[in-house]
């Protein structure tokens, strides 16, 4: 693909079920297309150095931290983010961080559901262990992880 | 009676936040919004000769460049918020990009020319001490002196048995909210909105009307939703000076939002301490004397220096010594300006306190359980020998419940020891003092369909207190918890507040809305007599209801509010003003004094980390509200304190330049450093409130540092002095 400078990319993403296309600079990350031009702002920004884990989406199956990438690099994806999750009632996800207690200020807490909801996917019934590997690239300030480590295998349970 | 206080009610705040529906700063959009970068210095001292924005103002979309901006701000350097002569720290602010879009605002920056000389640093606090080379130009580098003196330690230190002297060093840590700091200011001639994230949108209001008062007729603040604060979203930052000057000078909305790489160099530091302590202790455990000299790392600014008071007051803790004096010097560095971070002051002082018990008892051969109750407090109301008074709690009932938990601890540390096990169990008990105040407003208002609105001036931001005192209202009104919705946040809502730190919010908002409610239940008897054509005297309020015993005829609270409502238009016939709403304001004529007790059993790994294999902890905390929220409370904090023990540290090199400028390389924990905590409570030491709570909200930070620092200091059978431990020199 060849941008001149200046000159913006199409990007046609099918976010939530819905097909979105948008032209962007070829600069502008993920998460700030989902947030800006989308204009879902669940999702969220808690660093610059991809460490934390507060922007976590689903792309084509699998997490993602949506600002190691480009906009333009989704272009065609499938995405979930957070606003995705759930139908008309709460996931069983968020259902289990609501009745664990795993949550406090919630700035992480769309991060670390996405998250979740990929570890789950791909192991419906994890350890105490693989719960905490699963979940070590996304960072929580206010909970000390033991409620969310609970929520997770809560959630595990009600989604079997 | 009590349905709802002292249950474990799950959060009225969670359903917009684990939905993504929260409303931090960034996620709230008003068109023609500018965006705000801002160019910083990238030396720690310098002369700022000249800052050349030509170029930067030809970039697509720039709309202005703000240099050299300057305000007088009580306890703010002279460079504030801008630097104009003088860089002082890396992180400081240089000048200011407005742009239409984010991305051009911060390429603008890149085009922002700045010439300047480089001066000597000042980076070590010892260094700084001897006031050779400056950190501020033309200052001292002391920027406060203070003696707190009792009794004569020398000669009770030289008359001891056994005397001591140890370094004891607290590293600055930095707070790490997880959403970092931000302000949108939105224009309207006459009026400034802002949205921030903040802890308290009131004192906002009130320090930023004291400077731009004289440009518009008021500012309203709105806290935004916040990702958590840790006590770094109270006071003045240059960002928000900037943020709302710009937004005057451009008629435009103006909205800055911190990156982590700007937020970790210019949110103010935590802790900073440095401790030179000697002290004597008999051979029968009994603490004679301590002489303390604390140096506090007050960075390019002097605002911290309440912090060192604190730990200096609160040195002593719950234990009875006398003869103390605490030498205490602020001191300038070119490093981020220090200010509070959970705790502020009182994990610094326990910690302290708390390494002298164990060193103690190590010097002279005796249990260090048994040397603290030696020193315990046992008699409360105590006044400590700095004039704190200790208002009241049976510490040493805490102490001997804690103790039977940690000799089981020590049971299990003796045989994974002789297993050949780096293990170890450490103890420690904390006195703490929060509910700073002076007092914290509510107001509850009945509306027409019966439902109750209470606006607290407190702002809370993750703790969940709107649901605590949702259930204090509920309680009190005799109604559904569902009918209650606790708001806050903004000062257009209610006449004055404070806000949400020192561990008051609980306790002083939840009583103000308490009295407001006790309020709201006499109009109801007043309105209910006309409407019931009884006399007030004849009435009761219960459960709810407007009652007549006599007549056994009753209104709840729900029909009184319809009736009032019944008609529009018409005349209102009835002897007593319309209306069922109450505001209350409240306050403590003295702080609260919270105790506890943490214990860890902790393993020394072959790499050097650490493996928390047990980890419990005991609080009396007064009255508790929602014993959920309060363990939340201990559990986030255990965590908090454990990394300021274990890996938490602000790093500069020798010259000045932040080596843990991101969260690529500042220790913050993950869910792989997570362990399992046990807490109980009791409730003995209640507050002089009506709802007698105190507030835990800091109590799991000041209890932790020194509990886990025994713990290792035992499994490696080292003395350890420092926060955090740097394991790796101490292997």
Known sequence: MLVRPGEKVKVKVKVNGIWYEKEVEPRKLLVHFIREDI?????????????????????????????????????????????????????????????????QCGYCTPGM??????????????????????????????????NIIKAVKDAAGRMR | MKK????????????????GEGRYVDDLEFPGTLYLAILRSTVPHAKLNRVDVSDALKINGVVDVITGLKFKVENRPDNFPMASTELLYVGQPIAAVLSTDRYSAYDALDSIQVDYDVLPSVIDPEESLKDQKRAIEGKSNIAYKKTYSSGNPEEKISSSDVKVEEKIEINRVYPSAMEPRGIL??????????????????YMRRYLLDVFGSMVKDIRVVQADVGGAFGSKLFPYAEDYI????????KRPVKWIATRSEDIRTTYHGRGQIHKVKFGVNKDGSLVGINDQLVIDLGAASHGTYLADISATMLPGPYKIKDIVVDVYGVYTNKTPLDQYRGAGRPEATFVIERIMDIAADEIGMDPLELRKKNIVRETPYINPFGLKYDNGDYLNLFEKAEKAFRGLEERESVLRSEGRRVGAGFSFYLEQNNFGPWESASVRVRGDGKVIVIIGASPHGQGTATGIAQIVADELGIDINDVEVVWGDTSLIGEGYGTYGSRSLTLAGNAALIASRKVKDKAIRLAAQFMRSDVQELKYDDGKVINPKSGESMSLREIAAKSMSTLGGTWNYKEEPGLEGTAYFGLDNLTFPYGSHMALVEVREDGLLNVLEYYAIDDIGTVVNPMLAEGQVMGGVLQGY???TSEEVIYDKEGNLLTGSFAEYGILTAMEAFNIKWEYLEKGKSAAPLPAKGIGEGATIGTPPAVVRATEKALNKR????????SSVI
């Open chain 1, 39 to 103: 204009g879902l702002t669940g999702t969220k920004i808690g660093c610059d150095t991809s460490t934390c884990g507060a922007c976590t989406i689903i792309m084509n199956g699998k997490s993602v931290k949506s600002c190691t990438l480009f906009a333009f690099q989704a272009n065609g994806a499938e995405i979930t983010t957070i606003e995705g999750i759930g139908d008309s009632k709460l996931h069983p996800i968020q259902e289990a961080f609501k009745d664990n207690f795993a949550l």
């Open chain 1, 113 to 146: 559901i996405m998250q979740t909801y990929f570890l789950l996917k791909t192991n419906p019934n994890p350890t105490e262990e693989e719960i905490k590997d699963g979940l070590h690239g996304n960072i929580c300030r206010c909970t000390g992880y033991q």
């Open chain 2, 4 to 19: 709802y206080v002292g249950q474990r009610i799950k959060r009225q705040e969670d359903p917009r936040l684990i939905t």
């Open chain 2, 185 to 202: 200011s939105i224009y309207q001639p006459d009026l400034l909105t802002i949205y921030a994230s903040t802890q308290s949108p009131h």
């Open chain 2, 243 to 250: 943020a709302v000057y710009s937004s005057l000078k451009t």
């Open chain 2, 643 to 645: 990394g300021e023990a």
């Open chain 2, 720 to 727: 350890i002095t420092r926060l955090p431990m740097r394991l």
